[in-house]
C-alpha cells in the first residue's frame, strides 16, 4: 500500500523541488556576493540525483553542477559569477536544478531559480510591481533556452598540459653537461674541447633544477 501511495508523485516533471534561494544576486562592487549558495533539499525517502542547467552558462562558475542527494538530507552547490561586466547589469539569467531517481533518467521535477547582476547594494533600483517585473522576466527568457551541465565552467583544477618541448630539450642538454667530463681530467676519451670548467657545470646544475621545479608544477 505504501509503494501505491508512492508512486503518483513520481510522474515525470510532477515531484516538487525544494531549493533555497528562490533568487540569487549578485553585486558588482560587492566581493562577498559573487560567490552565491544555492541548497537543495531531499526530504523524501529515497535518494535523488540532480542536474543544473543555466541560460548563460559561460557567465557562471558551477561547483558540482551534478551529483546526488541522500534521503533526507540536502546539498550545496556553489555558483560564482565571472562576468561583471556592466553590459551585464539587470540582465536576469536562470539556474534549472532538475532531478530524478538514482536508477532513473527522467527528470521527475525540477525548480527555477533567477540570478542577476547589479552595480551596488547601495544603488537597489526601484521596486516595480509585481506584473511590470514578471512580465519583464518573461520577455527576457522568450527565446532562450537552458544548457546542459557540460556547457558550464565548472570549478575544477586545469588539466595540465605538461612541459613544452623547449624545456624538455633544455633539461636535455643539461643532464648532458653535467655527464662530461670536467675540465682537467687526464683519463678521458672524450675530446679536450668538450671539457666543462666546474663553473659551467653548476650552471648547468642550477638551471636543471629550475626546469625540474617547472616541470613538477605544470
Sequence with gaps: MQQQHR??????????????????????????S??????????????????????????????????????????????RHRDLRPCHYGVYDKFRLQVSEQSQRKALGRKEVTATLRPSASQ?????????????????????????????????????????????????????????PTLGEQESTVPVYLHLSVNKKLVAAYVLGLLTMVILRT
Excluded at 523541488?17 to 540569487?24: A, D, R, S
Excluded at 557567465?59 to 556553489?78: F, N, R
Design 34 to 79: 559573487h560567490k552565491q549558495v544555492l541548497t537543495l533539499y531531499n526530504p523524501y525517502e529515497f535518494a535523488l540525483k540532480f542536474k543544473v542547467l543555466c541560460t548563460a552558462p559561460n557567465k557562471y562558475t558551477v561547483v558540482d553542477a551534478t551529483g546526488a542527494v541522500k534521503p533526507q538530507c540536502c546539498v550545496d552547490i556553489v555558483i
Design 7 to 32: 508512486q503518483p508523485e513520481l510522474v515525470e516533471g510532477n515531484l516538487p523541488v525544494f531549493v533555497f534561494p528562490t533568487e540569487l544576486v549578485f553585486y558588482a562592487d560587492d566581493q562577498t
Design 124 to 180: 537597489e533600483p526601484p521596486s516595480p510591481r509585481p506584473q511590470d517585473e514578471e512580465r519583464r522576466i518573461k520577455e527576457q527568457f522568450a527565446e532562450r533556452e537552458f544548457f546542459e551541465q557540460t556547457a558550464f565552467q565548472t570549478e575544477s583544477r586545469p588539466v595540465a598540459g605538461g612541459p613544452s618541448l623547449l624545456t624538455v630539450l633544455l633539461g636535455l642538454v643539461c643532464m648532458a653537461a653535467l655527464m662530461l
